[in-house]
């Protein structure tokens, strides 16, 4: 059974730009949830998706958006990035919303 | 709106010393919570939840409605234990899982 995996595992971006970040779930999850982790902070809802629908979102504006593909993997896009974007990224996978979720390593974003 | 709040940022004992990381929440209804770990270079992994009721490499956690508490214990600390924490609940509306901002536990040879 793999894991949760994230790719990149660091990203340096300009303000202004655009990004993708991507998750591959754990074999026989259909949920993926993101999260933003600030240094110091824990880490921050973005989104939930379950079968390819969004099933959640936090407090974060519209530029955070995602997608979720038939093999259950999925995909973060932030547009016009701001310094305030950088952050850790987290894709958590799990077999339905309320079981336990499984965590990728990460993505470190910084936003220059 | 819902809430985990970890009132220590950093926690220092020694090793065979007991341990108690603090979590307190807000929620309206039954609280589902969690603890998770991170352990240094690793991912964020689950390590216990109040419905299963187990101890985990020697931790339990009780859930307290009255206090709003769901404190991490262990009675004899050991240096692997070294690590970030974070307590979580699921909001269940929202289907997220809301975190605490953590405790460094660090546990002193």
């Known amino acids: 059974e793999t894991g949760v995996t994230q790719s990149p595992t660091h990203l340096i971006k300009t303000r202004g730009q655009q990004v993708t970040l991507r998750c591959s779930s754990q074999s026989g999850h259909n949920t993926v949830s993101w999260y933003q982790q600030a240094l110091g902070q824990g880490p921050q809802f973005i989104f939930q998706?379950?079968?390819?629908?969004?099933?959640g979102r936090g407090n974060f504006p519209p530029r955070f958006s995602g997608l979720q593909f038939p093999n259950y993997s999925s995909e973060l896009n932030v547009n016009a990035l701001e310094l305030d974007d950088s952050a850790l990224y987290l894709c958590?996978?799990?077999?339905?919303?309320?079981?336990?979720?499984?965590f990728g390593q990460g993505t470190r974003l910084t936003v220059v | 709106a819902q809430r985990v709040t970890q009132p220590e940022k950093l926690l220092s004992v020694f090793k065979g010393a007991p341990v108690e990381l603090k979590c307190n929440y807000s929620y309206s209804g039954s609280p589902e919570l969690f603890w998770y770990v991170q352990y240094s270079r690793q991912r964020l992994q689950l390590l216990l939840r109040h419905i299963s009721r187990e101890s985990i490499k020697g931790f339990t956690a009780d859930l307290n409605k009255g206090e709003t508490s769901f404190h991490l214990k262990k009675p004899f600390a050991q240096e692997e234990d070294s690590a970030m924490y974070y307590c979580?609940?699921?909001?269940?509306?929202?289907?997220?899982?809301?975190f605490g901002q953590g405790t460094r536990l660090t546990i002193n040879p």
């Open positions: 979580a609940l699921i909001e269940k509306g929202a289907q997220k899982l809301v």
């Open positions: 998706y379950y079968r390819e629908e969004e099933n």
């Open positions: 958590a996978s799990s077999v339905t919303a309320l079981t336990e979720a499984f």
